[in-house]
């Protein structure tokens, strides 16, 4: 997931994005975020991961309470996310966290790759 996670994320929205460990001090989760600049009630989640291993154990939710506590001290009542519509396990999970789908948005990220545009209202 490297890669897709450039350290940018971590410097500069340092107050809205956070990572999960175990009682080891190993990584088990992160999420970074960030409040919109052009909107300003809301917040967006960019990306999540949870370690498959540590799944099912409550880290994602623990991540995104602490996303939503964050962004409501500033003030955000909206916060929005994207996932793809295959990602199944994604749509339900942002389900049981609160979100509603705003629409599929066909051609979102480039040809063939639609998305689900979630949003949660705090």
């Known amino acids: 997931m490297a890669p897709a996670l450039p350290r940018l994320f971590f410097l500069h ?9 175990d009682e080891t001090g190993e990584l088990v989760g ?6 919109s600049q052009t909107d300003p009630e809301e917040a967006y989640i960019h990306y999540v991961g949870v370690s498959p291993e540590h799944r099912g154990e409550g880290v994602g939710r623990t991540l995104y309470e602490r996303f939503f506590e964050e962004v409501r001290r500033d003030g955000r009542t909206v916060v929005r ?16 966290q609160g979100f509603e789908t705003d ?10 790759e639609d998305r689900v545009l979630l949003v949660k209202r705090l």
């Open 30 to 35: 992160f999420l970074c975020g960030f409040l």
């Open 103 to 112: 629409r599929v948005a066909k051609d979102y990220d480039g040809p063939g």
């Open 13 to 21: 929205f340092e107050g809205t994005s956070f990572v999960a460990e």
């Open 81 to 96: 996310c994207v996932t793809s519509p295959v990602n199944e396990e994604s749509v339900a999970f942002h389900e049981a």
